[in-house]
Protein backbone atom coordinates (compact mmCIF):
# COMPACT_ATOMS: atom_id res chain seq x y z
CA UNK A 1 0.00 0.00 0.00
CA UNK A 2 1.12 3.41 -1.01
CA UNK A 3 2.24 6.42 1.17
CA UNK A 4 -1.15 8.07 0.52
CA UNK A 5 -2.89 5.17 1.37
CA UNK A 6 -1.07 4.87 4.78
CA UNK A 7 -2.03 8.99 5.50
CA UNK A 8 -5.59 8.43 4.25
CA UNK A 9 -6.11 5.80 6.76
CA UNK A 10 -4.24 8.26 9.60
CA UNK A 11 -7.19 10.57 8.82
CA UNK A 12 -10.35 7.93 8.72
CA UNK A 13 -11.72 7.75 11.96
CA UNK A 14 -15.12 6.18 10.82
CA UNK A 15 -16.34 2.77 10.26
CA UNK A 16 -19.18 1.63 9.00
CA UNK A 17 -20.57 -0.68 6.22
CA UNK A 18 -23.69 -0.26 3.23
CA UNK A 19 -23.89 -4.04 1.33
CA UNK A 20 -24.36 -2.92 -2.00
CA UNK A 21 -24.75 -6.89 -3.02
CA UNK A 22 -27.15 -9.62 -2.66
CA UNK A 23 -24.80 -11.97 -1.52
CA UNK A 24 -22.44 -10.81 0.95
CA UNK A 25 -22.20 -12.70 4.38
CA UNK A 26 -19.13 -11.40 5.95
CA UNK A 27 -17.12 -7.64 5.03
CA UNK A 28 -13.40 -6.83 6.34
CA UNK A 29 -13.46 -2.98 7.02
CA UNK A 30 -10.27 -1.77 5.62
CA UNK A 31 -7.56 -0.30 7.25
CA UNK A 32 -4.34 0.46 6.54
CA UNK A 33 -2.20 -1.90 8.83
CA UNK A 34 -5.37 -2.84 10.30
CA UNK A 35 -4.84 0.46 12.77
CA UNK A 36 -7.85 1.71 14.38
CA UNK A 37 -7.35 5.32 15.56
CA UNK A 38 -8.44 5.80 19.18
CA UNK A 39 -11.83 7.73 19.29
CA UNK A 40 -12.61 6.38 16.13
CA UNK A 41 -16.76 6.15 15.10
CA UNK A 42 -18.22 2.53 14.56
CA UNK A 43 -21.87 2.49 13.00
CA UNK A 44 -23.26 -0.86 13.46
CA UNK A 45 -26.65 -1.06 11.45
CA UNK A 46 -29.73 -3.25 11.65
CA UNK A 47 -29.25 -6.51 10.96
CA UNK A 48 -25.76 -6.36 11.27
CA UNK A 49 -22.88 -7.00 14.16
CA UNK A 50 -19.14 -6.53 14.10
CA UNK A 51 -16.55 -9.31 15.35
CA UNK A 52 -13.24 -7.73 16.57
CA UNK A 53 -10.19 -9.84 15.62
CA UNK A 54 -6.68 -8.90 16.95
CA UNK A 55 -4.07 -11.19 16.73
CA UNK A 56 -6.16 -14.09 15.74
CA UNK A 57 -8.01 -14.01 18.96
CA UNK A 58 -11.67 -13.03 18.28
CA UNK A 59 -11.96 -9.93 21.07
CA UNK A 60 -15.30 -8.81 21.23
CA UNK A 61 -18.92 -8.66 18.79
CA UNK A 62 -20.88 -5.30 18.76
CA UNK A 63 -24.47 -5.33 17.69
CA UNK A 64 -26.65 -2.44 15.92
CA UNK A 65 -25.81 1.06 17.69
CA UNK A 66 -23.21 3.66 17.37
CA UNK A 67 -19.78 3.68 19.35
CA UNK A 68 -16.76 5.65 19.85
CA UNK A 69 -13.99 3.30 19.89
CA UNK A 70 -12.13 4.03 23.59
CA UNK A 71 -11.43 2.18 26.51
CA UNK A 72 -14.95 2.43 28.33
CA UNK A 73 -17.04 1.55 25.33
CA UNK A 74 -14.65 -1.08 24.44
CA UNK A 75 -13.76 -3.11 27.59
CA UNK A 76 -12.57 -6.04 26.13
CA UNK A 77 -10.16 -4.57 23.52
CA UNK A 78 -8.88 -2.48 26.05
CA UNK A 79 -7.47 -5.64 28.27
CA UNK A 80 -5.47 -7.01 24.88
CA UNK A 81 -4.74 -3.74 24.41
CA UNK A 82 -2.10 -1.72 26.19
CA UNK A 83 -2.65 1.56 24.92
CA UNK A 84 1.65 1.86 25.35
CA UNK A 85 1.59 5.14 23.14
CA UNK A 86 -1.15 6.87 24.75
CA UNK A 87 -4.62 7.34 24.13
CA UNK A 88 -4.28 9.41 20.90
CA UNK A 89 -2.73 6.76 19.37
CA UNK A 90 -4.32 3.97 17.23
CA UNK A 91 -4.44 0.26 17.80
CA UNK A 92 -4.76 -2.54 15.55
CA UNK A 93 -7.67 -5.11 15.16
CA UNK A 94 -9.60 -6.62 12.17
CA UNK A 95 -13.04 -5.52 11.38
CA UNK A 96 -15.66 -7.78 10.24
CA UNK A 97 -18.81 -6.47 9.58
CA UNK A 98 -21.90 -9.84 9.55
CA UNK A 99 -24.47 -9.76 7.33
CA UNK A 100 -27.76 -10.99 9.97
CA UNK A 101 -30.34 -10.56 6.87
CA UNK A 102 -32.77 -13.87 5.79
CA UNK A 103 -31.02 -15.11 2.55
CA UNK A 104 -34.25 -16.68 0.61
CA UNK A 105 -34.84 -19.07 -2.05
CA UNK A 106 -31.34 -21.05 -1.87
CA UNK A 107 -31.73 -23.83 -3.78
CA UNK A 108 -30.78 -27.73 -3.18
CA UNK A 109 -31.50 -30.68 -4.97
CA UNK A 110 -30.47 -33.79 -5.36
CA UNK A 111 -27.37 -34.63 -7.89
CA UNK A 112 -27.77 -38.71 -8.28
CA UNK A 113 -30.96 -40.69 -8.03
CA UNK A 114 -31.83 -41.98 -4.70
CA UNK A 115 -33.14 -45.67 -4.49
CA UNK A 116 -35.59 -46.34 -1.96
CA UNK A 117 -37.41 -49.86 -1.93
CA UNK A 118 -41.38 -49.37 -1.99
CA UNK A 119 -43.89 -52.05 -1.11
CA UNK A 120 -46.13 -51.19 -4.36
CA UNK A 121 -43.46 -50.37 -6.72
CA UNK A 122 -40.06 -52.82 -5.53
CA UNK A 123 -36.75 -50.75 -5.92
CA UNK A 124 -37.16 -47.45 -7.53
CA UNK A 125 -34.86 -43.96 -7.84
CA UNK A 126 -36.40 -40.57 -7.21
CA UNK A 127 -34.83 -37.22 -7.52
CA UNK A 128 -36.24 -34.19 -5.02
CA UNK A 129 -35.31 -30.77 -4.76
CA UNK A 130 -36.97 -27.82 -3.10
CA UNK A 131 -35.70 -24.64 -1.48
CA UNK A 132 -34.10 -23.48 1.74
CA UNK A 133 -33.68 -19.73 3.74
CA UNK A 134 -31.04 -19.07 5.78
CA UNK A 135 -28.93 -16.51 8.37
CA UNK A 136 -26.01 -15.69 10.46
CA UNK A 137 -26.87 -16.34 14.32
CA UNK A 138 -23.59 -16.51 16.05
CA UNK A 139 -21.32 -14.46 14.79
CA UNK A 140 -18.56 -15.33 16.40
CA UNK A 141 -18.65 -19.17 15.93
CA UNK A 142 -19.39 -18.01 11.86
CA UNK A 143 -16.10 -16.52 11.56
CA UNK A 144 -14.33 -18.88 13.88
CA UNK A 145 -15.18 -22.11 12.17
CA UNK A 146 -16.19 -20.97 8.59
CA UNK A 147 -15.00 -17.64 7.42
CA UNK A 148 -11.40 -17.54 9.14
CA UNK A 149 -9.08 -14.93 7.49
CA UNK A 150 -10.92 -14.52 4.15
CA UNK A 151 -11.88 -10.84 3.85
CA UNK A 152 -15.20 -11.19 1.54
CA UNK A 153 -17.55 -14.34 1.92
CA UNK A 154 -20.06 -14.84 -0.15
CA UNK A 155 -23.10 -17.09 -0.51
CA UNK A 156 -21.56 -19.04 -2.54
CA UNK A 157 -18.73 -19.92 -0.87
CA UNK A 158 -20.93 -21.93 1.53
CA UNK A 159 -24.07 -23.17 -0.54
CA UNK A 160 -22.22 -26.31 -1.96
CA UNK A 161 -21.27 -27.27 1.87
CA UNK A 162 -24.74 -27.22 2.94
CA UNK A 163 -26.93 -28.29 -0.05
CA UNK A 164 -24.44 -31.17 0.57
CA UNK A 165 -25.53 -31.86 4.16
CA UNK A 166 -29.10 -30.99 3.18
CA UNK A 167 -29.22 -34.06 0.58
CA UNK A 168 -27.06 -36.31 2.80
CA UNK A 169 -30.21 -35.54 5.73
CA UNK A 170 -32.97 -35.83 3.35
CA UNK A 171 -31.60 -39.26 2.08
CA UNK A 172 -31.65 -40.69 5.44
CA UNK A 173 -34.79 -39.87 6.55
CA UNK A 174 -36.76 -40.57 3.68
CA UNK A 175 -34.89 -44.00 3.42
CA UNK A 176 -36.36 -44.69 7.38
CA UNK A 177 -39.48 -43.41 7.30
CA UNK A 178 -40.89 -46.23 4.67
CA UNK A 179 -43.37 -43.77 3.20
CA UNK A 180 -45.09 -45.28 0.06
CA UNK A 181 -44.69 -43.48 -2.96
CA UNK A 182 -48.11 -42.74 -3.40
CA UNK A 183 -48.42 -40.93 0.07
CA UNK A 184 -45.18 -38.67 -0.38
CA UNK A 185 -47.07 -35.98 -2.37
CA UNK A 186 -49.13 -35.32 0.62
CA UNK A 187 -46.47 -35.75 3.22
CA UNK A 188 -44.04 -32.93 1.39
CA UNK A 189 -44.69 -30.49 4.45
CA UNK A 190 -44.52 -32.76 7.33
CA UNK A 191 -40.88 -34.43 5.86
CA UNK A 192 -39.88 -30.83 4.90
CA UNK A 193 -40.42 -29.57 9.07
CA UNK A 194 -38.72 -33.31 10.20
CA UNK A 195 -35.88 -32.80 7.98
CA UNK A 196 -35.16 -29.36 9.36
CA UNK A 197 -35.60 -30.13 12.82
CA UNK A 198 -32.57 -32.94 12.48
CA UNK A 199 -30.65 -30.36 10.45
CA UNK A 200 -30.56 -27.54 12.75
CA UNK A 201 -27.89 -28.86 15.18
CA UNK A 202 -25.35 -29.08 12.24
CA UNK A 203 -26.12 -25.75 11.12
CA UNK A 204 -25.51 -24.38 14.44
CA UNK A 205 -21.90 -25.74 14.33
CA UNK A 206 -21.60 -23.31 11.24
CA UNK A 207 -23.34 -20.44 13.57
CA UNK A 208 -25.92 -20.85 10.86
CA UNK A 209 -29.53 -20.55 11.70
CA UNK A 210 -31.82 -22.57 9.03
CA UNK A 211 -34.92 -20.40 8.87
CA UNK A 212 -37.30 -22.53 6.48
CA UNK A 213 -36.97 -25.42 4.23
CA UNK A 214 -39.16 -26.75 1.28
CA UNK A 215 -39.72 -29.99 -0.97
CA UNK A 216 -41.15 -28.93 -3.99
CA UNK A 217 -40.95 -31.77 -5.60
CA UNK A 218 -40.23 -35.85 -5.48
CA UNK A 219 -39.79 -37.05 -8.66
CA UNK A 220 -39.89 -40.92 -9.97
CA UNK A 221 -38.87 -42.26 -13.21
CA UNK A 222 -41.52 -42.13 -15.95
CA UNK A 223 -42.44 -45.36 -16.10
CA UNK A 224 -43.29 -45.71 -12.48
CA UNK A 225 -45.11 -42.58 -13.34
CA UNK A 226 -47.31 -43.99 -15.77
CA UNK A 227 -48.06 -46.92 -13.20
CA UNK A 228 -49.28 -44.61 -10.53
CA UNK A 229 -51.54 -43.34 -13.21
CA UNK A 230 -52.91 -46.29 -14.31
CA UNK A 231 -53.42 -46.78 -10.58
CA UNK A 232 -55.57 -43.70 -10.10
CA UNK A 233 -57.44 -44.40 -13.37
CA UNK A 234 -58.60 -47.50 -12.12
CA UNK A 235 -59.23 -46.57 -8.48
CA UNK A 236 -61.71 -43.93 -10.25
CA UNK A 237 -64.03 -47.26 -11.71
CA UNK A 238 -64.87 -48.11 -8.36
CA UNK A 239 -68.80 -49.62 -9.93
CA UNK A 240 -67.58 -52.07 -13.39
CA UNK A 241 -71.29 -52.33 -14.31
CA UNK A 242 -72.27 -49.14 -14.02
CA UNK A 243 -69.10 -47.97 -16.25
CA UNK A 244 -69.60 -50.51 -18.82
CA UNK A 245 -73.22 -49.43 -19.32
CA UNK A 246 -71.90 -46.08 -19.23
CA UNK A 247 -69.33 -46.74 -22.05
CA UNK A 248 -71.62 -48.59 -24.03
CA UNK A 249 -74.20 -45.84 -24.04
CA UNK A 250 -71.81 -43.56 -25.22
CA UNK A 251 -70.68 -45.81 -27.89
CA UNK A 252 -74.02 -46.23 -28.94
CA UNK A 253 -74.69 -42.57 -29.01
CA UNK A 254 -72.04 -42.05 -31.18
CA UNK A 255 -72.78 -44.53 -33.75
CA UNK A 256 -76.07 -43.29 -35.71
CA UNK A 257 -76.56 -47.20 -37.19
CA UNK A 258 -76.86 -48.40 -33.57
CA UNK A 259 -79.32 -45.23 -32.07
CA UNK A 260 -82.65 -47.73 -32.26
CA UNK A 261 -84.31 -48.59 -28.94
CA UNK A 262 -83.83 -52.29 -30.02
CA UNK A 263 -79.96 -51.64 -30.54
CA UNK A 264 -79.52 -50.22 -27.34
CA UNK A 265 -81.63 -52.74 -25.12
CA UNK A 266 -78.66 -55.29 -27.23
CA UNK A 267 -76.31 -53.12 -26.06
CA UNK A 268 -77.00 -52.78 -22.60
CA UNK A 269 -77.47 -56.61 -22.21
CA UNK A 270 -73.97 -57.09 -23.66
CA UNK A 271 -72.73 -55.06 -21.15
CA UNK A 272 -75.01 -56.36 -18.16
CA UNK A 273 -73.46 -60.12 -19.32
CA UNK A 274 -69.64 -58.91 -19.27
CA UNK A 275 -70.55 -57.17 -15.99
CA UNK A 276 -71.80 -60.07 -14.23
CA UNK A 277 -69.12 -62.06 -16.07
CA UNK A 278 -66.70 -60.21 -13.90
CA UNK A 279 -68.89 -60.62 -10.45
CA UNK A 280 -69.06 -64.17 -10.78
CA UNK A 281 -65.60 -65.09 -12.07
CA UNK A 282 -64.14 -67.25 -9.46
CA UNK A 283 -60.76 -67.38 -10.46
CA UNK A 284 -60.71 -63.38 -8.91
CA UNK A 285 -59.98 -62.74 -5.62
CA UNK A 286 -62.53 -61.45 -3.68
CA UNK A 287 -59.84 -58.36 -2.10
CA UNK A 288 -59.75 -55.44 -3.70
CA UNK A 289 -56.80 -56.44 -5.76
CA UNK A 290 -55.62 -54.53 -8.89
CA UNK A 291 -52.44 -56.78 -10.51
CA UNK A 292 -49.76 -54.59 -11.41
CA UNK A 293 -48.60 -55.50 -15.39
CA UNK A 294 -45.75 -52.19 -15.13
CA UNK A 295 -43.82 -54.67 -12.00
CA UNK A 296 -40.23 -55.95 -13.71
CA UNK A 297 -39.93 -59.57 -13.42
CA UNK A 298 -36.61 -61.66 -13.89
CA UNK A 299 -35.91 -64.86 -15.69
CA UNK A 300 -33.23 -67.24 -14.58
CA UNK A 301 -31.07 -69.91 -16.30
CA UNK A 302 -31.97 -73.70 -14.75
CA UNK A 303 -30.13 -76.98 -16.56
CA UNK A 304 -29.76 -74.33 -19.41
CA UNK A 305 -33.65 -73.93 -19.18
CA UNK A 306 -35.42 -69.81 -18.73
CA UNK A 307 -36.96 -70.56 -15.30
CA UNK A 308 -39.25 -68.45 -14.09
CA UNK A 309 -41.03 -65.66 -13.55
CA UNK A 310 -39.57 -63.99 -10.25
CA UNK A 311 -40.55 -60.84 -8.36
CA UNK A 312 -37.57 -58.48 -7.50
CA UNK A 313 -38.03 -59.86 -3.57
CA UNK A 314 -38.02 -63.76 -4.63
CA UNK A 315 -34.36 -62.77 -6.62
CA UNK A 316 -33.40 -60.28 -3.48
CA UNK A 317 -33.92 -64.08 -1.69
CA UNK A 318 -32.16 -65.76 -3.99
CA UNK A 319 -29.65 -63.73 -3.59
CA UNK A 320 -29.17 -63.61 0.47
CA UNK A 321 -29.37 -67.97 0.04
CA UNK A 322 -26.20 -67.43 -1.60
CA UNK A 323 -28.38 -69.55 -4.94
CA UNK A 324 -27.96 -66.95 -7.33
CA UNK A 325 -23.98 -65.49 -7.75
CA UNK A 326 -23.44 -62.08 -9.57
CA UNK A 327 -22.36 -63.96 -13.39
CA UNK A 328 -25.83 -65.80 -13.10
CA UNK A 329 -27.65 -65.01 -16.30
CA UNK A 330 -30.52 -63.60 -16.36
CA UNK A 331 -33.23 -61.92 -18.48
CA UNK A 332 -36.07 -59.23 -18.20
CA UNK A 333 -38.86 -57.91 -20.25
CA UNK A 334 -37.42 -55.29 -22.85
CA UNK A 335 -34.05 -56.73 -23.17
CA UNK A 336 -32.66 -58.36 -25.93
CA UNK A 337 -30.20 -61.01 -24.80
CA UNK A 338 -29.31 -62.53 -21.18
CA UNK A 339 -26.78 -60.71 -19.00
CA UNK A 340 -25.04 -61.30 -15.55
CA UNK A 341 -26.56 -60.31 -12.31
CA UNK A 342 -24.13 -57.61 -11.47
CA UNK A 343 -24.95 -55.80 -14.57
CA UNK A 344 -28.98 -54.89 -13.19
CA UNK A 345 -28.24 -52.04 -10.81
CA UNK A 346 -31.18 -52.99 -9.10
CA UNK A 347 -29.41 -56.52 -8.10
CA UNK A 348 -26.06 -55.03 -8.03
CA UNK A 349 -27.16 -52.90 -4.91
CA UNK A 350 -28.36 -55.63 -3.04
CA UNK A 351 -24.81 -57.80 -4.00
CA UNK A 352 -22.94 -54.34 -2.24
CA UNK A 353 -24.22 -54.61 1.25
CA UNK A 354 -24.19 -58.30 1.16
CA UNK A 355 -20.60 -58.25 0.87
CA UNK A 356 -17.94 -57.34 3.37
CA UNK A 357 -14.93 -55.54 2.25
CA UNK A 358 -11.65 -57.06 1.87
CA UNK A 359 -9.20 -57.08 4.93
CA UNK A 360 -5.88 -56.22 5.39
Known sequence: MNLWNKIFGEFIDVIDWLDESSDTLVYRFPRYNNEIKYGAKLTVR?????????EGEIADVLGPGIYELETK???IISTIQHWDHGFNSPFK???????????????WGTKNPIILRDKEF?????????????RINDPKRFIKEIVGTEGHFILEDITSGLRNIIISKFTSIVGDSKIPLLDLAASYEKLALYIKENLQNEFDEYGIELIDLHIENISVPSLVEKAIDERSSMGVIKDLDNYLKYKTATALDKNSDLSSMASMGIGFAMADKLAQSFKND????????????YEKMYYITKNNQPDGPYSIDEIEDMIKRNRLSKNSMLWSSGMENWESAKSFEELNSI??????????
Do not use: H, M, W
Open 73 to 75: NIP
Open 351 to 360: YKFLTPPPIG
Open 93 to 107: AEVYFCNLRRFLDLK
Open 282 to 293: NSTPKKDYIPAP
Open 122 to 134: GVVRVRAYGTYEI
Open 46 to 54: ESQAVVFVN
